[in-house]
């Protein structure tokens, strides 16, 4: 078997290391470097201090491929480019093609922000200063995603912004020194589950029992947000091992398995219910909209979702939902009852077919004996009836309201497939 294509990433970015802000731009590489057969054999995120950055270059330099995101700004701790023309003993130099572009783009920004050209010159310069034999790829910002062939390894430096990496990306995989990386690679068959309901324990055990990995079939097994996402990687001449071993997986946890491809949930339950032509509506307590963002972040919801409440207060759940206050008094705000009648009245207020709500208690305070932190109650109305769910939460505030927007999506699911 041929060696395979090995990949570094390197996210810089002092902000990265210091927590202020979460590295979206590594895991995205790498998944994307996975689909085409190469390996990514770690992500590294650094922050700015020259020796650090330097570091990691020289270190990803010893693979076939270094992906680097960020530190191609204007400012003066925008250093990948200088410092990856350092590692690899080139010199800089302007191009006057790429200077030209990041100019007009940098007058727009000036001219709209009513400040001077004068500002932002010497930046232009700065960015567009490349290694000698590299070359750009495009402007989405005035950052230029930037290929260099070293012979041994092929380096490619993006945008630190997720939006300009993710459009940019795409067009450096097709330049000459990546397809000749991917002419390489050996990507490998994939096949995926998607499970609703089960643990990542009893998932793994499942694998164990179905005689687990095996030659030419590798297995990751991963939990997010109260779902649990299982991927085969599958060689050439293992397809029936690896057919086996996923008909074994789905016999053991068929009741729980949601989905087969990498579709979103949001997505497969816009889908779901355009196929029936129904539309939904969302009313939110603990989760404050999450439900709705998840929906919207999917393009063409708009034909499926018609909008949420966010009926944080007792007062709002009343008046714009019209939960009945003795409801709200006897039972309290994190209740079936409640949830139950927020749902009925997002159907009645927003002219949903379908409609779902969620309520509870979030943290980390407001919890009491009766109804501790993480205590949430889900309820989903339509047409075809209504269903209902308790859960109780384990985790900090963000997790559980994440996780209950995930449960809110899976109980529409639920509601309009009858399983």
Not at 32 to 50: A, F, Q, Y
Not at 190 to 198: K, N
Request: charged share 20%; aromatic share 4%.
């Amino acid at each position: 078997m041929a060696p395979r294509v090995r990949a570094a990433i390197v996210a810089s970015g002092s902000e990265l290391v210091r927590g202020d802000r979460q590295d979206r731009n590594g895991p995205h590489l790498a998944g994307s470097l996975l689909r085409h057969g190469i390996d990514p054999v770690r992500i590294t995120v650094v922050g700015d201090e020259p020796a650090e950055l330097e570091g990691a270059l020289r270190s990803g330099l010893e693979e076939d491929l270094l992906v680097v995101s960020g530190g191609l700004g204007p400012t003066h701790d925008d250093r990948t480019i200088e410092l990856l023309a350092h590692v690899t003993g080139r010199p800089l130099a302007v191009d006057t093609e790429l200077a030209s572009g990041i100019e007009t783009l940098s007058r727009r920004v000036a001219k709209r922000l009513n400040r001077p050209y004068a500002d932002f010159a010497g930046g232009v310069l700065k960015q567009a200063a490349l290694p000698a034999g590299a070359e750009w790829v495009g402007l989405v910002g005035t950052a230029p995603a930037v290929v260099l062939d070293t012979g041994a390894c092929v380096a490619v430096a993006l945008p630190g912004p997720p939006r300009e990496l993710q459009e940019l990306w795409p067009r450096v995989l097709e330049t000459a020194p990546l397809l000749a990386l991917r002419g390489r690679a050996q990507a490998p068959g994939r096949r995926v589950l998607r499970l609703f309901g089960v643990s990542e324990s009893a998932v793994a055990q499942a694998l164990e029992a179905a005689g687990g990995e095996s030659e030419g079939v590798a297995v990751t097994i991963c939990a997010r947000d109260f779902e649990i996402h299982v991927d085969l990687f599958v060689e050439a001449g293992a397809e029936a091992r690896a057919a086996a071993l996923e008909a074994a997986l789905v016999e053991a946890n068929e009741r729980y398995v949601f989905s087969r491809d990498e579709r979103p949930t949001a997505e497969l339950v816009l889908d779901l219910l355009r196929a029936q032509g129904l539309t939904l509506g969302a009313a939110e307590s603990c989760t404050g909209g999450l439900v709705a963002a998840r929906l919207t972040d999917v393009p063409g919801s708009s034909d499926v979702f018609v909008g949420a409440v966010v009926a944080y207060s007792n007062e709002v759940k009343a008046a714009q939902l019209g939960v009945p206050e003795a409801v709200l008094a006897e039972h309290g705000a994190v209740s079936e009852q409640v949830a139950a009648a927020m749902a009925q009245g997002a159907r009645a207020q927003l002219g949903a077919d379908v409609a779902v709500a969620v309520t509870g208690v979030a943290g980390p305070g407001g919890g009491t004996a009766a109804k501790p932190v993480g205590l949430v109650f889900l309820h989903a109305a339509g047409p075809a009836g209504e269903l209902a769910r308790r859960l109780d939460f384990p985790g900090d505030r963000d997790t559980i309201r994440r996780r209950s927007a995930v449960a809110a999506l899976h109980l529409v699911r639920r509601l309009v497939t009858q399983t």
